[in-house]
């Protein structure tokens, strides 16, 4: 069991930063892959950012080059670094974690925390 927690949301203007937080609290030596997911008003929920073992970090197109994911694994914190934000960048923010079991990967969600960008 894995329980997430988001934080550092909020309002910014465009052009501007925010380094968004997970907090991730129990089984948490299982998780092989942490990521942020964000959803649109209206719109299904689309990946972000995510890292898998090794430190393997993969990016969505939109993101590329603005955006910067990091786990600290001592700290048990999954980090999102947001910069040169766009109003195209609000949406709410989820906070995802996968842990392999025997039939397969299962995910775990934090609540969502909302971004906006104002122009």
């Known amino acids: 069991q894995v329980q997430l927690v988001e934080s550092g949301g909020g309002a910014v203007q465009a052009g501007g930063s925010l380094r968004l937080s997970c907090a991730a609290t129990?089984?948490?030596?299982?998780?092989?892959?942490m990521g942020w997911y964000r959803q649109f008003p209206r719109k299904a929920r689309e990946l972000v950012a995510r890292?898998?073992?090794?430190?393997?970090?993969e990016y969505s197109d939109a993101v590329k080059g603005r955006f910067t994911i990091s786990r600290d694994n001592a700290e048990n914190v999954l980090y999102l670094d947001m910069t040169d934000l766009s109003p195209e960048d609000t949406a709410v923010y989820y906070c995802?974690?996968?842990?392999?079991?025997?039939?397969?990967?299962?995910?775990?969600w934090g609540k969502g925390i909302q971004v906006t960008v104002s122009s």
């Open positions: 890292v898998k073992k090794g430190d393997l970090r």
């Open positions: 995802n974690a996968g842990i392999p079991k025997y039939s397969g990967t299962y995910y775990y």
């Open positions: 129990g089984d948490l030596d299982t998780i092989s892959v």
